[in-house]
């Protein structure tokens, strides 16, 4: 067994203390991270792991480099192409995986259609990351064949966040019909120095942010992600 798949709990635990997202989560919703992340040797300080929880939402992601990495360290990957053909405004847009197996005569093709794929909030509207509609939907095209193709090697990770339509970004918001049932909010509180950036940044700042947290390139606890959207609406409502 090697050292990364060596994770202890106490490890594990930590992340999640550090990320800010442990106190957010039940019981059951940390022993299965720790359990995934054991289990498949996902280390989350290198960004092969992480959990998202938004409201009643929590959900258990990788990401797609994930799936590249273990498809090479198989020893079977003989290459692969990802290419995108059609548009959104004609209602074609897809992208096409193409990967290459040493220990097969044929290569294994798989097509991945936008419309099927991307992700929308409750009003209809398309979320902000997949504002890039052909790098979305190569992502999503490329974790579901690699997925496929390294079946044995692969089945049963994580999935990533861009296959994940049902969890969005978006602030969630509750609808109250008697004034009476109205509740204090809790206001996520920022560190200084959380503050200090939040307040320099413009929308293609907090976007190119948000989307670094998206892809596993960042780490942010979740007030600090609510009040990057929230800066972000207000932003583009001015």
């Not at 009003?123 to 997949?130: A, L, P, R, S």
């Not at 008697?178 to 907090?206: C, G, N, S, Y």
Request: hydrophobic share 35%; aromatic share 10%; with cysteine.
């Amino acid at each position: 067994m090697s050292a990364e798949i060596a994770l202890t709990n106490d490890k594990l635990i930590e992340y999640l203390k550090i990320t800010g997202v442990a106190q957010n989560l039940t019981k059951e919703e940390q022993n299965n991270f720790l359990e995934i992340a054991q289990v498949y040797g996902l280390n989350p300080f290198k960004r092969e792991i992480y959990i998202s929880k938004y409201g009643q939402n929590c959900s258990i992601i990788t990401g797609y480099e994930v799936y590249i990495k273990r498809a090479e360290r198989s020893g079977q990957l003989d290459g692969w192409e990802a290419i995108t053909t059609g548009s959104v405004e004609i209602g074609d847009l897809k992208a096409t995986v193409t990967i290459y197996r040493k220990d097969r005569t044929k290569p294994f093709v798989w097509e991945a259609y936008y419309d099927e794929c991307v992700q929308k909030t409750r009003e209809g509207k398309v979320t902000q990351f997949w504002q890039k509609s052909r790098f979305m939907t190569k992502k999503v095209a490329i974790s579901q064949a690699f997925r496929l193709c390294f079946s044995d090697e692969l089945g049963g990770m994580p999935y990533t966040a861009d296959e994940m339509p049902e969890v969005t970004h978006d602030v969630e918001h509750v609808e109250v019909i008697d004034p009476k049932e109205v509740k204090k909010a809790k206001i996520p509180v920022l560190t200084k120095e959380q503050f200090d950036v939040l307040i320099l940044m413009d929308a293609d700042k907090i976007e190119k942010y948000l989307i670094a947290l998206e892809e596993g390139k960042r780490i942010a606890d979740v007030s600090f992600v609510i009040m990057l959207e929230d800066k972000l609406t207000e932003l583009k409502n001015q």
